[in-house]
């Protein structure tokens, strides 16, 4: 069964750093997603992805963060100059069209940052 | 706002019970409800998806939905140790993007 994935499955860095979460959705997937999930707390929806550009972000989704389709199947997500604050668990979603399709997502990165 | 309330549990059953969970939302523009069941360092994995007010059954879980109340139900009959997770309900109003609960967390007991 088709399934979205996720790399790395963890990641440790310095305040102040840039990462990159990369997620591969499924292959016939248009629509895409990122959400966090800090420890204890909500899903929280981060920004969605259309034919090459934003189409929603939240007020989380600030300049530190941007989101990119390198290529054909992967789908990334930046943070410039991380914060403590941005440790949790980012997840990647993906849904084959512009409906009401659900999402599915993949298995989280959990970001922590020192 | 839009807010979705859940009731973080926890909430341990023995094995064969019936489970209830349960969601509380305020925004009236919601219109498609999930319900998503997380494992251990997993993702969200959709297990039921309801359109408006009604109930919805899949084998031994049911969701219902009362837009006029704006809750929702997820029931879990023959409850199984394979059922401990947490599971969280979403909302959202359109084509556009869900909206969590906390998540409950789910333990059943053999």
């Known amino acids: 069964e088709p399934e979205v994935t996720q790399t790395p499955s963890h990641q440790v860095t310095q305040m102040g750093q840039e990462v990159i979460l990369r997620c591969v959705p499924i292959s016939n997937h248009l629509y895409f997603y990122w959400y966090r999930q800090i420890l204890g707390q909500k899903v929280e929806f981060l920004v969605s992805?259309?034919?090459?550009?934003?189409?929603?972000k939240s007020e989380i989704f600030d300049d530190q963060f941007s989101v990119e389709r390198p290529d054909g199947s992967n789908f990334t997500l930046k943070i410039r100059s991380t914060k403590l604050e941005d440790s949790a668990m980012y997840f990647c979603?993906?849904?084959?069209?512009?409906?009401?399709?659900?999402?599915?997502f993949g298995p989280g990165t959990r970001l922590l940052v020192l | 706002q839009k807010e979705v309330e859940q009731d973080p549990g926890p909430l341990s059953v023995p094995e064969g019970a019936i489970v209830s969970l349960n969601c509380t939302y305020s925004?009236?523009?919601?219109?498609?409800f999930m319900w998503y069941r997380q494992y251990s360092r997993k993702g969200p994995e959709l297990l039921m998806y309801?359109?408006?007010?009604g109930n919805k059954e899949d084998g031994r879980f049911t969701a219902q939905v009362d837009k006029s109340s704006k809750y929702i139900s997820l029931f879990i009959r023959d409850s199984q140790p394979s059922d401990s997770a947490t599971y969280l309900c979403a909302m959202k109003p359109g084509a556009n993007n869900l909206f969590f609960g906390t998540g409950t967390r789910l333990t059943v007991i053999p």
């Open positions: 979603a993906s849904k084959a069209s512009g409906g009401v399709e659900t999402q599915y």
């Open positions: 309801t359109y408006s007010s």
């Open positions: 992805f259309y034919n090459n550009e934003i189409s929603e």
């Open positions: 925004n009236s523009a919601f219109q498609y």
